[in-house]
């Protein structure tokens, strides 16, 4: 069973960054898909960013320039780096890992953590 905990979210202010870490269990970021997804109040989960077991990263367009997503294989940790934060930004965002070496849809995410909270301030 793969265990996903989240931390790293806060309260900052518009143009502040933050470091999201998702501590896995062993191996997981090595050999699996791995995401990050935010969901705001009201609005539905979207994904953000993911990185396949070769090191292939994807982002949203909505995200992209300001997000970095990155793993640590040794940790067993996967982290996002969020630059420029915008009041836009403020969602519960979750790591994910999906059983796949390669990245697919966001429907085949099997294993999820309980969230870390960001919040930005205008």
């Known amino acids: 069973q793969v265990q996903l905990v989240e931390s790293g979210g806060g309260s900052v202010e518009t143009g502040g960054s933050l470091r999201l870490s998702c501590a896995a269990s062993?191996?997981?970021?090595?050999?699996?898909?791995m995401g990050w997804f935010r969901q705001a109040p009201g609005k539905e989960r979207e994904g953000v960013a993911s990185?396949?077991?070769?090191?292939?990263?994807t982002y949203a367009n909505s995200v992209k320039g300001r997000f970095t997503i990155s793993r640590d294989n040794a940790k067993n940790t996967l982290y996002l780096q969020i630059n420029s934060l915008k009041p836009e930004d403020t969602a519960m965002y979750y790591c994910?890992?999906?059983?796949?070496?390669?990245?697919?849809?966001?429907?085949?995410?099997?294993?999820w953590g309980q969230g870390t909270q960001v919040t930005v301030s205008s």
């Open positions: 062993r191996y997981t970021t090595s050999w699996y898909c």
């Open positions: 994910a890992a999906m059983n796949s070496d390669r990245c697919r849809g966001a429907k085949d995410y099997s294993y």
């Open positions: 990185i396949d077991r070769y090191g292939t990263e």
